[in-house]
């Protein structure tokens, strides 16, 4: 049995734990658990952190439970954040987890084994409660002074704090309790924010049950600028393809920093110690291969999406970046191009103009703004620097039509090997 404190330690994902811990766990297979809040319908690259936790903790011979929050869904987390959150209906909540559920299954094993993955749903222990048989079972033993002094209540009482998301440390308190009496759970883990609210578990364990439990918890992972990981421009890095296509996906990990790539690399991908340093190495010798950033993107969007959706990633850039061709242009989807040239300037044409055939230097100078005039379309056509779906145009009275869009809808145009103009068809 691997130990897997040390293997959370030299990934740089161990920030800190209660004492005593690393040696409960080498005694033999344990059970632990980490909550996931159901807010939405999706993961997002910030929660594969605590994924991945529990990848590595079942890996290591011990049985991982991967807590949804149905219950504590409703009610907000105050850890780490600024204002009250919005709460979220019990059918919105419903649909939430389940889509976490499916994409939990793709990494950790389920089914049968001593150390097979479990999931629960906090809902299911809290349904029953009333709000004085709550205050019987939970708020007697932990008191006011104790849960004022969380860092999580802290630095909200200034702006204010609801006594709803005030009572959220003793929910999640009486989570780990729930599972410690119930399904023999002796560890709770998460991020680092969340600390204050594993330890009132472990608090409440003792108080009420007479026991002990252990925790640990998680570095926040930021980016070597300091900015928070996990968001673009364009904002969260979702594990649906629906909601970030694997191209983007692909594309976050790929554009990552050589500082935070070997940070990332570490802790997102299963890649022992030994290969790693060899990449690491073979990457600072060559850096402008980045040969790190690509073993980190394929062998995530690999692990998340599937082999397919990689290799249709590396495609899609190639499209931009590299030697590609008008098959390989049309055999993007919808979303991909429009990821791919995201940001590059657009043109809306009516498709009825298409349909009657519009003269190219009519499209290029009148139709749309790609060129200024009809002088400088023509200087174009003589330096051979026009191309249109990825194949030089030749002919200065070529005359285009639906036949020439892609998916019927899309004209990609470029000017010399940068600029890029996207013509839409609607």
Not at 49 to 60: A, D, G, N, R, S
Not at 138 to 155: E, F, L, P, R
Not at 403 to 409: A, G, H, R, Y
Request: aromatic share 10%; charged share 25%; with cysteine.
């Amino acid at each position: 049995m691997k130990n897997f404190v040390e293997e959370l330690r030299w990934r740089g994902m161990l920030f800190d734990m209660m004492p005593g811990t690393e040696e409960f766990l080498n005694k033999g297979m344990a059970t632990g658990y980490i909550g996931f809040d159901p807010t939405a319908d999706s993961l997002g690259v910030g929660n594969m952190v605590q994924v991945m936790t529990l990848l590595h903790f079942q890996q290591c011979g011990h049985k991982p439970i991967a807590l949804i929050g149905g219950a504590t869904g409703m009610v907000g987390d105050p850890s780490g954040k600024s204002a009250e959150r919005n709460l979220l209906d019990e059918a919105t909540l419903q649909h939430n987890i389940e889509s976490q559920k499916k994409q939990l299954e793709k990494f950790l094993q389920f089914g049968s084994g001593d150390n097979a993955a479990e999931l629960v749903n906090n809902y299911d222990w809290m349904k029953s409660f009333s709000f004085l048989d709550f205050l019987r079972e939970a708020g007697k033993y932990i008191t006011i002074s104790y849960m004022m002094a969380k860092d999580s209540v802290q630095t909200r009482l200034e702006r204010g704090i609801s006594f709803t998301e005030f009572s959220y440390q003793l929910l999640q308190g009486y989570d780990f309790y729930y599972l410690w009496k119930h399904k023999q759970v002796m560890l709770q883990m998460g991020g680092s924010d969340q600390w204050g609210n594993i330890t009132t578990g472990n608090e409440l364990i003792r108080r009420k049950g007479g026991g002990e439990a252990y925790a640990i918890c998680t570095p926040l992972i930021k980016k070597a600028d300091g900015t928070k990981f996990g968001k673009t421009e364009s904002g969260n890095i979702w594990l649906d393809p629906k909601k970030t296509s694997p191209y983007k996906f692909y594309q976050f990990w790929l554009n990552a920093s050589d500082a935070d790539a070997e940070n990332y690399i570490r802790i997102f991908t299963l890649l022992d110690k030994e290969t790693i340093d060899r990449i690491i190495e073979e990457h600072r010798a060559q850096p402008h291969m980045r040969l790190l950033q690509k073993t980190l993107a394929k062998d995530i969007t690999i692990r998340v999406h599937s082999e397919a959706d990689y290799e249709n990633a590396i495609a899609a850039s190639e499209i931009l970046f590299g030697k590609s061709t008008a098959a390989d242009l049309r055999n993007l989807s919808n979303e991909t191009l429009l990821d791919v040239f995201e940001g590059v300037p657009q043109y809306h044409i009516p498709a009825a103009d298409f349909e009657q055939g519009i003269a190219i230097a009519d499209l290029l100078t009148e139709k749309s703004q790609v060129l200024a005039s009809k002088g400088e379309f023509k200087r174009a056509m003589q330096e051979n620097s026009l191309s249109m779906n990825k194949e030089k145009l030749t002919h200065a009275e070529q005359v285009v039509t639906t036949q020439d869009l892609i998916n019927q809808t899309y004209l990609l145009i470029q000017r010399g090997k940068k600029n890029y103009y996207l013509l839409i068809a609607q």
